[in-house]
């Protein structure tokens, strides 16, 4: 089992920065692709960004050119830089780990960012 733990949230200025981070023990996260997900009220959760297990990631078209994710094997972390943020941006923003082999990922219990003057 995986526990995703985010970290890294909180209140920022519109064209702010903050760096997600998701933490997560055992020796599988190297193998492991990651995702960032989001969620807005009453609404789904949404693919904000992934990173898989050789460093190939792909970037929802929202998040293109303002969202970096990058990851730190060593450190059993993915992280989620966010640049240029905008009050559309203010979600609970979640961390998906699904190991090598797996259909299913685990998530995290959520990091809330919120974008406002």
């Known amino acids: 089992q995986v526990q995703p733990v985010e970290s890294g949230g909180g209140l920022v200025q519109p064209g702010g920065s903050l760096r997600l981070s998701c933490a997560a023990s055992g020796s599988d996260f190297s193998t492991a692709t990651v995702g960032w997900y989001r969620q807005f009220p009453g609404k789904q959760r949404e693919l904000v960004a992934r990173?898989?297990?050789?460093?190939?990631?792909n970037y929802a078209d929202s998040a293109k050119g303002r969202f970096t994710i990058s990851r730190d094997n060593a450190r059993n972390t993915v992280y989620l830089q966010l640049d240029s943020l905008e009050p559309e941006d203010t979600a609970t923003y979640y961390c998906?780990?699904?190991?090598?082999?797996?259909?299913?990922?685990?998530w995290g219990q959520g990091t809330q960012v919120t974008v406002s003057s």
């Open positions: 998906n780990i699904i190991p090598r082999g797996m259909t299913r990922g685990f």
């Open positions: 990173i898989t297990s050789r460093g190939i990631f």
